[in-house]
């Protein structure tokens, strides 16, 4: 089984940053793609960023070129760095890997003010 744990969420300006950390724990080796979701209430969950064991990386179009993912296999830990972030991105963010998808964690809540 495996555990995700996020952090770094809070609340910012809009025009500011902020960088998330997802911790994974468990039966992770053969585990390729990870990726930051969000979801606010009344929508479905959506994938925003995921990066490969290799680094390889794709974005929604809401958020590219200001998010950038990446990850510490040694640690088993994936970032996200969110800059110019605007009040549309507020939201529960979550990570998780692409396939198969584990438990959710519990996320942690991004709110930018305008």
């Known amino acids: 089984q495996v555990q995700l744990v996020e952090s770094g969420g809070g609340l910012v300006q809009a025009g500011g940053s902020l960088r998330l950390s997802c911790a994974a724990s468990?039966?992770?080796?053969?585990?390729?793609?990870m990726g930051w979701y969000r979801q606010v209430p009344g929508k479905q969950r959506e994938l925003v960023a995921q990066?490969?064991?290799?680094?390889?990386?794709d974005y929604a179009d809401a958020v590219k070129g200001r998010f950038t993912i990446s990850r510490d296999n040694a640690k088993n830990t994936v970032f996200l760095q969110m800059n110019s972030l605007k009040p549309e991105d507020t939201a529960v963010y979550y990570c998780n890997f692409i396939y198969p998808q584990q438990p959710w964690g519990q996320g942690t809540q991004v709110t930018v003010s305008s």
């Open positions: 990066v490969s064991r290799a680094g390889i990386t």
């Open positions: 468990g039966t992770i080796v053969s585990l390729n793609f």
